[in-house]
Nanobody
Framework: QVHLAESGGGLVQAGGSLRLSCAAS????????LGWFRQAPGKEREGVSC????????YYRDSVKGRFTISRDKTKNTVYLQMTSLTPEDTAVYYC????????????????WGQGTQVTVSS
């Protein structure tokens, strides 16, 4: 059974950094992709980044390129989202999701989701 658990959210000032973690279990890792998504109040959920386990390739939405980095620790079955130079526009609930698919930032492609972690960036 696939299970995802996010952690690492919190309150940070603009310009600060946070690292989110997504602990995964129940996957055949080399056949899965794991994405990070976020949903701000009153807005649709959007894809932020994706990690392809088969070849370690990574993908980012334009607004976070150069600021966010997705990576994984194989020994801990955990994927991280390192977020730097945060702005209030990054405030949202962040979710990780996974499925046996090629990487995509389209949330409708993923069937397995974590519970989410709140990130709040103050100005």
């Amino acid at each position: 059974q696939v299970h995802l658990a996010e952690s690492g959210g919190g309150l940070v000032q603009a310009g600060g950094s946070l690292r989110l973690s997504c602990a995964a279990s129940g996957l055949t890792f080399n056949r899965y992709a794991l994405g990070w998504f976020r949903q701000a109040p009153g807005k649709e959920r959007e894809g932020v980044s994706c990690f392809q386990f088969s070849d370690d390739s990574t993908y980012y939405r334009d607004s976070v390129k150069g600021r966010f980095t997705i990576s994984r620790d194989k020994t801990k079955n955990t994927v991280y989202l390192q977020m730097t130079s945060l702005t209030p526009e990054d405030t949202a609930v962040y979710y990780c999701a996974t499925d046996r698919i090629p990487c995509t930032l389209f949330d409708g492609s993923f069937d397995y989701w974590g519970q989410g972690t709140q990130v709040t960036v103050s100005s």
